[in-house]
């Protein structure tokens, strides 16, 4: 996503994510797979935290368990993005386009 012109910070689990969630949040959280949690369980968590709970929010992912997608849906995710089939440029417009048409916060 730099390379087409977004700010990128990246951490590579859930705890630095989460120190980085509450020190400063970022515009958008374009949430991987994590090796120690499920996304759907820090997504949770992220809806769960006053600081936390409106940011906006895409998993990446490839494969997710029977039910997380509706899991993540009520959860106020803005979008599931499958990692296969996005370029850095799909996914660049894709975050725009979901950031410009948002047009309540998540719960």
């Known amino acids: 996503l730099g390379s087409v012109g ?12 989460w120190v980085r969630l509450l020190g400063s949040q970022p515009d958008v959280l374009v949430l991987d797979s994590l ?8 997504l949770d968590l992220i809806r769960s935290h006053a600081k936390t709970r ?9 494969a997710l368990e029977p039910g997380d997608q509706d899991s993540a849906r009520q ?8 990692k296969s089939r996005a370029t850095r ?19």
Do not use: C, F, M, Y
């Open 35 to 42: 090796p120690e949690l499920k996304q759907t369980d820090a």
């Open 6 to 17: 977004w700010h990128v910070d990246v951490v590579n689990d859930w705890r630095s994510a």
């Open 75 to 82: 959860l106020g995710v803005l979008d599931l993005l499958v």
């Open 54 to 62: 409106g940011l906006p929010v895409i998993l990446l992912t490839d």
């Open 89 to 107: 440029q799909t996914l660049s417009e894709t975050l725009r386009r979901l950031l410009n048409n948002r047009t309540e916060s998540p719960r």
